[in-house]
């Protein structure tokens, strides 16, 4: 499987869908009488003045959810193949994001996390521009202004506002105006969502936003002990993807370099992000799949020996099914 996907060959398209449909099967088997779909912020609930959170059924919620995550998965590999950073063409990093995508049952269903995706994607794009972009400016601005509208469907994705300044320190020479851009451009969002609360007589609950930034960090997560076993491929493939990066991280260029670690930042901030939420779901982490994506794919398209890549990626994929058919 791995070996097809190191190519660049438009008809692994093809090939993707049957992966992104194994990685399906079990929950369409076991799928709820009703799946909730909430995708914007309760601050912002107004703005959406109709009953939509059960709109949808479960088939068709968990279609929908497929088609963005193959869209996503396309978004995200052109993204990688355009600024080279796996140094080849591939097809990778798709192949690693629907399968990742795949990895709990609450990933596989519309949610808010899921959506921004979609914004974290076109952040990158944006922010990988700044290596070589002369009017950083105007990006910060554009940036700030797409954490705002992540931060009203899902508030946690407010943290990656750090990331502009991550990029900026990066990328670019110190410029005040730059930094301040991103503020601006966050703002603007944000204003207009303040004069909202004006027309609607709530202005004195505006200042309620922002409390969940001030909730204490948590002492443990709640999560399914079985959902651990299911990480261990995961975290045995990031534990081979670092040693593989350090290995070759001097031997690339500059440019390069500097794009892994602005992923390793958001990878970061994502994961450690989940606290600020009213109620704790493990969807929160389908943000940390897009950078967990392109390490995945960096380590499967360099690692030597194919029996052994080829069994590790054949062991997720039958523990991602198997914990799907298996409700413990």
Known sequence: MIQVFRSFNPLNVLWLVLVLL??????????????EFVFVEPFARLLVPVAYEYALSPGLNI????????????????????????????????????????????????????????????????????YKGEDAKSISYDVGMIVALGSIVYFPF???????????????PFNWREWIAGVLGYGTIF??????????????????????LGKKFPDHISINSWNYLLLIPVVLILVFCFFKLQ??????????RKYFQLLFFIFLITAFSFYVNASF????????????????????????????????????????????????
Not at 159 to 168: D, H, Q, R, T
Not at 248 to 254: A, D, L, P, T
Request: overall charge positive.
């Open 247 to 256: 290995q070759n991280f001097f031997k690339s260029y500059v440019q390069i």
């Open 63 to 130: 279609l929908l959810a497929a088609v963005l995550v193959l869209a996503q998965a396309l978004l995200l590999n052109y993204l990688i193949n355009h600024y080279n950073l796996l140094g080849k063409p591939t097809f990778l990093p798709a192949l690693m994001y629907v399968t990742l995508s795949g990895l709990f049952s609450p990933f596989l269903i519309l949610s808010a996390p899921l959506i921004c995706n979609f914004l974290l994607l076109w952040m990158l794009f944006k922010l990988m521009s700044l």
């Open 191 to 212: 204003f207009f969502l303040a004069v909202f609360y004006y027309l609607n007589d709530r202005i004195n609950n505006f200042y309620r936003i922002w409390l969940p």
């Open 281 to 328: 779901h493990i969807n929160h982490f389908l943000l940390c799949i897009v950078p967990a994506a392109v390490f995945f794919a960096y380590y499967f398209l360099y690692a030597g020996k194919k029996w052994f890549y080829e069994t590790l990626y054949l062991l997720l994929l039958i523990s991602i099914i198997y914990f799907q058919f298996n409700k413990f």
């Open 22 to 35: 194994l990685t399906r099967v079990g929950y369409l088997i076991h799928v709820p009488d009703k799946l």
């Open 158 to 172: 407010i943290y990656l506002f750090l990331i502009i300044w991550i990029a900026l320190m990066l990328f670019k």
